[in-house]
T-cell receptor, first 113, second 112 residues
C-alpha cells in the first residue's frame, strides 16, 4: 500500500549511458514532480506534471526527459549520463492547488562513474 | 541565490529539550511548508501554514510565520530520539505555477 514508489532504489552506471527511473503513485493525485537532491542535501525541483501535461521545467538539460503515460506515473529518462548527474532523485505527488502538501517517494540514488 | 534558508544548519540537543529551527525567504509566498527527512528516506510533510496565518500547531510541533520579516520558525517541544532528522522549509512562491522551493535544511540530532 505504498503511496509513492520509485524504482530502482539504487542505480550505478558509467558516464555516457542512458538510464530511466520510474515513479508511481496510488494516491489519486493529479500532479507529480521530480526533484534532485545533491550531496549538500539541497533539494531542487526539476519537472512538474499536472494531468499528464508538463507545467514546470526548471532549466534542466534536455538530456533529462520526463514522461507521464498517465496521472499515476511519471518516469524520468536520462541520456548521456555525466558525473554531475550523481544525486538522489525524488518523485513526489500532490493534489492540484496551491495549498497542497506533497508526498515523496523513497528516492533513487544515482551514481555515475 | 536560494529562496529559503534554514538556520542553524545543524542542531544537537538533549532528549526532552525543545528544538527551534528558523527559515528565511526572499519573495512573497502563498504558503510555507515544513518537511522532515530521515537519513536515506524521502521527505515527509509536517505542517503547512498559509500566508494569512501567524501560528499553527500540530502535536508537539509549533510553526510561526512572520510575512513582514519573511521568516518562519519550527518548534519541536519535548524532543525525542526519533525526532533526529533533517528539517526543511519549503515556500510556495506567489508568481507562476505552483512549485515548492526548498531550503538546505537543518540537521537535528537528539541525544539520549
Amino acid at each position: 500500500d505504498t503511496a509513492v514508489s520509485q524504482t530502482p532504489k539504487y542505480l550505478v552506471t558509467q558516464m555516457g549511458n542512458d538510464k530511466s527511473i520510474k515513479c508511481e503513485q496510488n494516491l489519486g493525485h493529479d500532479t507529480m514532480y521530480w526533484y534532485k537532491q545533491d550531496s549538500k542535501k539541497f533539494l531542487k525541483i526539476m519537472f512538474s506534471y499536472n494531468n499528464k501535461e508538463l507545467i514546470i521545467n526548471e532549466t534542466v538539460p534536455n538530456r533529462f526527459s520526463p514522461k507521464s503515460p498517465d496521472k499515476a506515473h511519471l518516469n524520468l529518462h536520462i541520456n548521456s549520463l555525466e558525473l554531475g548527474d550523481s544525486a538522489v532523485y525524488f518523485c513526489a505527488s500532490s493534489q492540484s492547488g496551491r495549498a497542497a502538501e506533497q508526498y515523496f517517494g523513497p528516492g533513487t540514488r544515482l551514481t555515475v562513474t | 541565490s536560494q529562496q529559503g534558508e534554514e538556520d542553524p544548519q545543524a542542531l544537537s540537543i538533549q532528549e526532552g529539550e525543545n528544538a527551534t529551527m528558523n527559515c528565511s525567504y526572499k519573495t512573497s509566498i502563498n504558503n510555507l511548508q515544513w518537511y522532515r527527512q530521515n537519513s536515506g528516506r524521502g521527505l515527509v510533510h509536517l505542517i503547512l501554514i498559509r500566508s494569512n496565518e501567524r501560528e499553527k500547531h500540530s502535536g508537539r510541533l509549533r510553526v510561526t510565520l512572520d510575512t513582514s520579516k519573511k521568516s518562519s520558525s519550527l518548534l519541536i517541544t519535548a524532543s525525542r530520539a526519533a525526532d533526529t532528522a533533517s528539517y526543511f522549509c519549503a515556500t510556495d512562491i506567489i508568481q507562476g505555477a505552483q512549485k515548492l522551493v526548498f531550503g538546505q535544511g537543518t540537521r537535528l540530532t537528539i541525544n539520549p
